[in-house]
């Protein structure tokens, strides 16, 4: 940790969501990467309060959001929904604390960063707190992180991606009903759907959030938009199929790229070898599966690396990642991990002013 931290008592941090899919391994990462914490808030609604949560080998007991007083803390990390972070997040900012959202609710909004640290960290070096962060969607991230280095050895043309993601991603109800569905199922019962539209047990579901008048579901139209932001390249084509599996955790994703230069091979391979964020398999049998790699890991798989056979510019990967963590938690707590030492000493000049004031 950076030195302006070392003898710092750390930060007041609450995590908003705290009983959910996402709060809930923001809660685990921060207390495994020992990130510098002199308290830690878990809030939900009103419904959770006192519910004990995890923080490490601790229980803490969740508050209520809704009397939650945002001047006490330094930073939270949301992950609540849109309309809560739409609510929220700016009364925190009002009040001093630092903003890292997890929603879709602020990604398109040019005035507040949307980071990947490995990708486009730079955009926090000279931003200024306290502000809101905005974390990206879960199947970007993990397809940013693979293509950066492709992207600054070849340059991007165009990118083809069909998505293979898990419930978890639509939160802990999801990961209920993929349970109780298979349950059901394998008794020779019917369960009713009620997150998904259709039977997500045994199926596939081409259809993640919303209907665009497009065509597009609004989970691929964010894979589009979001990519551009942190990519930096407004231009870019991409053109996304995102479909719901049934599997827990892990989101795999089919990328087919088309580069600006012809394709050196050797260099491809070394690139993703030594990619920050990136762990390459590049022996074709040993390819990743989101249960048996990625579930419960920090890094971003990439497996399946083939040249196209018909375009020297054309690449296929297949890129699988714990979403929860890489495409959620983890991300959201990296980009804390930067920001750590600019909040600390935010922290100290408003505790130096309170005492030259007493
Ligand atoms: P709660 O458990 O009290 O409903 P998931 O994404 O797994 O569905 O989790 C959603 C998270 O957002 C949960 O922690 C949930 O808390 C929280 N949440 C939902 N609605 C509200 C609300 N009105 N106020 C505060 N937290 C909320």
Request: charge should be negative.
């Amino acid at each position: 940790m950076n030195s302006s931290l070392e003898h710092h008592p750390g930060l007041r941090v609450a995590v908003v969501g705290a009983t959910g899919a996402v709060g809930e391994v923001m809660l685990e990462i921060l207390a495994q990467r020992k990130f510098p914490i002199s308290e830690i808030w878990a809030l939900a609604s009103e419904r959770s309060v006192g519910t004990p949560v995890n923080f490490g080998r601790k229980e803490i007991a969740v508050d209520n959001l809704a009397d939650f007083d945002f001047s006490t803390v330094d930073l939270a990390l949301f992950s609540a929904g849109g309309s809560i972070s739409a609510e929220y997040a700016p009364k925190a900012v009002a009040a001093g604390c630092t903003v890292i959202d997890n929603s879709s609710h602020f990604r398109r909004d040019e005035h507040i960063p949307l980071v990947v640290p490995e990708v486009n960290g730079h955009v926090l070096d000279d931003w200024d707190a306290p502000g809101i962060i905005a974390n990206p969607n879960c199947s970007t991230i993990q397809m940013v992180v693979a293509l950066k280095p492709l992207q600054e050895a070849f340059g991007l043309k165009r990118v083809h991606v069909a998505t293979y993601q898990s419930v978890s991603g639509a939160g802990r109800k999801a990961m209920e009903e993929l349970v109780r569905q298979t349950a059901a199922k394998l008794s020779f019962k019917d369960a009713d759907p009620d997150v998904f539209e259709r039977p997500i047990a045994f199926n596939v579901l081409a259809h993640i959030d919303t209907f665009q008048d497009n065509g597009f579901t609004r989970e691929e139209m964010k894979m589009l938009w979001e990519s551009r932001r942190l990519l930096e390249s407004p231009d870019l084509a991409l053109t996304a199929t995102a479909v719901r599996v049934p599997v827990l955790f892990g989101h795999a994703e089919a990328v087919h790229i088309e580069t600006e230069k012809a394709l050196d091979m050797a260099q491809v391979f070394d690139l993703l070898r030594n990619a920050d964020g990136v762990e390459l398999l590049d022996k074709p049998e040993d390819y990743a599966t989101p249960l048996t790699e990625a579930a419960g890991k920090d890094a971003v798989y990439v497996s399946r690396v083939r040249q196209d056979l018909h375009d020297e510019c054309g690449l296929c990967l297949w890129v699988v990642a714990d979403n929860i963590r890489k495409g959620a938690a983890l991300n959201a707590v990296q980009i804390a991990e930067r920001l750590a030492p600019r909040l600390a000493e935010r922290g100290a000049d408003d505790l130096s002013s309170m005492s030259s004031m007493m």
